[in-house]
């Protein structure tokens, strides 16, 4: 059923904020994953446009210490990161799918993700009947603003040629796309420019509408290129226009150098 699809991923871009509620209700389950995706193997570019590592990357990752106030960085669970490869029934619309998937765009030589949770909801008092605490967790869920964040790296132009195939993307593809992930399909109604962001070397944002008149939902893709390293930010809303905390896209660069 094409709304399984649908509420996982909003349940998947907000897993930082539920951990706030989880955190609330007296849960002190910990994550017990880090991104494990490897390089792609050693390259004959120049040692000074060679990509980053993993290893490399991942220090790089905005850090609790540095993100907005009242947000809760972590990184996301093995389950998470079991399934992320997507599939687009048009091939120009991969590196949108990829991009809302925290996969790497193209071929890069290290990849780190971490997820930044905020919400506009409040958490039921510990001493709260069930069904209260179930109410306060549903309007959290539908007020989460949880962002993911991608960082990837290349050998060469690599960077820039990514950067160049999503940024083609969101317009060939702006008449909409199927996307499969995890043996479910998701048809994405339409993409449009998102709101401008200035970072980095270069920047494009865009917005895709993936809703329906049951369950209204959009999400809102930034990419930023700083050097050789690409920066894929990435937010779904439920019942509305998702708005990304460009405080998260300036922090995050802003650790790029």
Known sequence: MRNTLVRRTVLTASAVSLAL????????????????????????????????????????????????????????????????????????????????????????????RTQVGGTSGKAADPNASEADKLKAGLEMLTGATGTSVTLTSYDGKGAEDAFAAFKKAGTACAGGYTMTQDGESLKVNKVVAGDAVTAGDESVSFLADFGDAEMPMAGQVVMVRKGNTLATFSVQNMGGKPVLSKEIVEAQVKKLG
């Open 21 to 112: 509620l989880a955190t609330a209700c007296g849960s002190d389950k910990k994550d017990d994953a880090k991104a494990d995706a490897k390089p792609s193997g050693a390259s004959s570019a120049p040692a000074a446009t060679k990509g980053k590592t993993d290893a490399e990357l991942a220090p790089l990752l905005l850090t609790q210490a540095e993100a907005p106030k009242d947000s809760l960085v972590k990184a996301p669970s093995a389950d998470q990161l079991k399934n992320l490869a997507a599939t687009t029934d048009k091939a120009e619309c991969k590196p949108l799918g990829q991009a809302a998937s925290m996969e790497p765009q193209g071929t890069s030589t290290g990849v780190a």
